[in-house]
């Protein structure tokens, strides 16, 4: 089937791309789609295509150099990686951040790498890498310039993932710095990619770095085996946490979905960002973090210099027992089942039958944390073991209660014994977050799927009143305050697009909001609405809006303090309404 927005795609995108590499299309071979989203490009996040069936392991420099790599550096981490274990542990990616390149193209618009740091090129460190047992990766940024300013792979996408096979490249890590002025969606170029990778014929990992703009929402899976779901890590714990809530909070999706636990599985993963292992203050807080990676079944990319690496920190990165929850084949993403704010304790079922428990205290205070098997799906008399110390904790009666962590303590346990896998979480349906039907359909009744901001209140003003605006009162309808960003999926069904917007009749301040409505996330730059700054008591503007094929709105609100309202805000898949 041929999506409502293939049409759209082929004009756009691949005259570029023909102008740009001649007689090279990106077009996949195997399918009339050029835009390859639904079904053709065959290395997509899909467990059929074989790669990343549980989240990708390695090493990538970012966090430890940041652009401050070269050649031997990059060989002894590569030695180091072969001597600490860690390769042995399963870390298989070596990826080169940004700054292996060289400041421009060679005369024949190829990319090259830094002839200073790299000067036998980056054939040969991929070499090097293999001849490791490892796998190369690499870093290129889908606008004209990576974040170090560097040459970006915009309107080089064949010749660079070409050059990138021709190196041995397994893993690229697209990032998206620039990409706004592209003049594409995130879901047209990021397919543009994975079908110029899948031409060269080599499996490649395709990791996308968009700091958290919603992957999971509009499809990332198509394309990609992981997806960032936050801003960049830093090495300190309200960072590592914040990173955590975006992948299993509601930092970044509507509450109802605990967490993006349901858009993980074999092959496509949420990637909350690199790990920072070894990089915090303590054993304590590096544990911490790699619990929690491990439960959310994150990508596990050291970021710390593991030439110089503690034998603490080695042990931490390299533990079997909390490895493989991480690694479980089962491949569900763990969840929370219980959140005090500071006690948080999170559940993962894994394929054994057993289920891996984290109970984590983020508070100052030493706490007392307790799992009662009803959480966790089980119930009597259950086998608890410590995973860390690799203990057998004895067997216990409808809970478990762990005395005294400490600030960022946790214990992670594995509880039950071998059987038939335990039942997994119930998703969140179709219908409760995206247009499936025809008519019409108000966005309060719906989930978002995507937010950045404060969160809009359903059929209610931000002050949990009416919405009325010009004297003017609505049922239904969003009611923001401050800077509120919301993503709506309408998954292609809807035709029109319906809203009045404007400031609530409750605000007597002098503040202006804006109201625009964006195609997809902002990278795209596709604005179909922006009403300009509105005052307090301006008559409403109404929109009326063809969304024919449009997978996700993203409905963007600006304005300090002031309250405004998409006042029955709804979406029309048939023209009945
Ligand atoms: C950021 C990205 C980081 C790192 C950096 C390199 O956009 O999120 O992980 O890759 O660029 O410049």
Known sequence: MKSPGSCRIVVLVIPVIVLAIGVISCSPGKTDDPAGKTHSASFAGHPENGLALTPPMGWNSWN???????????????????????????YTYLVLDDGWMAANRDGEGNLVADPNKFPSGMKAIGDYIHSKGLKFGIYEDRGHSTCQQLPGSFKHEQADMSIFASWGVDYIKLDSCFAESNGRLSTEDYAIYRNCITNTGRPIVLSISDFGNGAWAWGGKETAQLWRTSNDIYPWMDSVYACAETSAGDRSIHPAFNGLWQFAGPGHWNDPDMLQVGNLKSDIEDRAHFSLWCILAAPLMAGNDLRSMSDGVRRILTAPEVIKVNQDARGIQGYKVYDGGEKEIYNKPLQDGTTAVLLLNKGRKPADITVTWDKIGLSGRQKVTDLWAAKDL???????????????????????????????????????????????????????????????????????????????????GLGCKGNSRVMYKLNGKALRFKTAVGLDDSYAGGGTGRFRIYNEDFFGNRILFDSGK????????????????????????????????????????????
């Open 64 to 90: 430890a150099f940041e652009a401050d790599i070269d050649e031997q550096k990059i060989r002894q981490i590569a030695d180091a990686m072969v001597d600490s274990g860690m390769r042995d542990a399963g």
């Open 394 to 476: 004895g067997q216990f009666t409808d809970s478990f209660t762990v005395r005294g962590l400490g600030r960022h303590g946790h214990l992670l346990i594995k509880v039950g014994s071998a059987g038939p896998p335990l039942a997994a979480p119930k998703p969140v349906l179709p219908h409760e977050y995206m247009v499936t039907g025809s008519g019409m359909t108000y966005l309060s009744d719906l989930y978002y799927i995507w937010r950045r901001g404060n969160v809009p209140k359903s059929d209610k003003n931000y002050n949990d009143d009416p919405i009325v605006i010009d004297g003017v009162r609505y049922g239904k």
């Open 534 to 577: 509105m005052e307090q008591g301006a008559a409403p503007k109404l929109v009326d809006l063809d969304v024919t094929g449009v997978i996700c709105l993203l409905l963007s609100f600006e304005g300090k303090d002031v309250p405004g309202n998409w006042a029955d805000a709804r979406a029309v898949a048939l023209n009945n309404e």
